[in-house]
């Protein structure tokens, strides 16, 4: 088994809170990680499992005399019910943490009962597939990803493109990555058929519309970091733009789909604006868009999106396995300047250019310069790029291979 980034700051969590809550999409491994860090003595129950699921939602309380912590709860958004137990049960001893170790696959429909009963008893974890640095058991360090020269001290060994292609086709799902890719399109296709649909299911009234919706998410995968146009999503999918936000709301909810905001200083301003809309496992991305070699993901018309959804991918696994949630944005202007992703941090903005090239210039950093007109402070900006190693570009930016993220 691969070890996790989350793995000591789960121990450490549990020290401190009653409970602590594990979402991510499902196969990211989220089970395992938590059988990996707990210690002897926590018994185990998954919600999937019918007979548990019945007692959990129509007999909460003997559910919570049954299986009595510490104990692993697996998918527990199938019984929101038992929510208001476990308040009961942690209020009532409150000398004790790591009473209640949990896990869900929809976090946005999990946090309404989450807020209403267990509020501060609560500690709540982000898990993605497998980073890269977890693939090939290189430690982060102790810090998320910051694109400045003295924190950039991981010296991976140089991947040529076509193995960082085959790692961004082959995606990020733990089952995928320790059999080394075996199997590749029949676990896709497993997952769609298996977890996607049925969790889609849970969250909308389809009714007749599967096809529609199959075509849509893959109107969506199509466009990973473009600026979302529900209008184009909606004629490809033979659907209303009210459906096509409701759909990509699943997406989101069950942990596919990312979506990043347009940045700017004032927050009003920026939901009233275009976003972008990220999926983020890169192999079912090229599973839905009909990539079935890492040859054909390279050579495509995904190419630079795909890479620059990895990018992402690899950034935000940095600081959700380290228990953070990063402020992350792109920019775009009335002359259609851009900057891939700014990342912003104790007041500071970060720019990062995502580049499929091995010889970035200075000309490749050239809008970083667009954010000196704002009124924060901008650190060093970053290329990400196919380069072997870092090296310096201009005298606030640096050129970073985009395996040491």
């Not at 649909?197 to 096809?211: F, H, T």
């Not at 941090?345 to 580049?355: D, F, R």
Request: aromatic residues 10%.
């Amino acid at each position: 088994m691969l070890k996790r980034t989350l793995t000591p700051l789960i121990r450490r969590i549990s020290r401190n809170f009653p409970a602590l809550l594990l979402t991510g999409m499902r196969q990211v491994g989220k089970s395992t990680l938590l059988k990996m860090a707990q210690t002897a003595g926590r018994r185990y129950v998954s919600l999937d499992h019918l007979d548990d699921r019945d007692l959990a939602q129509n007999q909460p309380a003997l559910f919570v005399e049954r299986y009595e912590p510490p104990v692993i709860i697996d998918e527990i958004q199938y019984a929101p019910q038992l929510f208001p137990y476990l308040k009961i049960y942690i209020d009532s001893h409150p000398e004790k943490n790591g009473l209640f170790w949990l896990t869900g696959s929809q976090k946005f429909s999990l946090m309404k009962g989450v807020q209403e009963t267990l509020a501060g008893r609560v500690a709540i974890l982000d898990l993605l597939g497998l980073s890269y640095r977890e693939m090939t058991k290189k430690p982060y360090g102790g810090r998320p990803f910051l694109p400045a020269p003295a924190l950039i001290k991981h010296q991976a060994s140089p991947l040529k493109l076509t193995e960082l292609y085959k790692i961004i086709w082959q995606g990020s799902f733990p089952r995928l990555i320790t059999h080394r890719g075996e199997n590749w399109s029949t676990f896709y296709k497993s997952y769609w058929q298996t977890y996607i649909e049925r969790d889609v299911r849970d969250a909308l009234d389809l009714r007749g519309n599967e096809i529609k919706f199959h075509n849509f998410v893959r109107a969506v995968a199509a466009r990973t970091g473009a600026m979302l146009n529900y209008a184009e999503i909606g004629r490809d999918a033979q659907i209303d733009q009210r459906t096509a936000r409701a759909w990509l709301g699943a997406l989101v909810r069950a942990g596919l789909v990312k979506i990043i905001e347009p940045y700017y200083r004032n927050p009003t301003t920026r939901l009233l604006k275009t976003p972008r809309a990220y999926f983020l496992d890169t192999g079912l991305c090229a599973y839905l868009t009909g990539m079935n070699s890492p040859e054909t993901l390279e050579a495509g018309y995904l190419t630079g999106a795909i890479l620059e959804t990895y990018v992402l991918g690899e950034i935000l696994k940095s600081y959700w396995h380290h228990g953070e949630d990063p402020n992350l944005y792109f920019y775009r202007d009335a002359d259609q300047r851009e900057i891939d992703f700014i990342l912003e941090m104790n007041n500071t903005l970060y720019p990062l250019e995502v580049k499929k090239t091995a010889t970035p210039t200075p000309d490749d950093a050239r809008h970083f310069g667009i954010l000196k007109n704002l009124p924060q402070p901008v650190g060093c900006g970053a290329v990400i790029c196919l380069r072997a190693s870092p090296l310096p570009l201009t005298e606030n930016a640096v050129a970073i291979p985009a395996w040491t993220i």
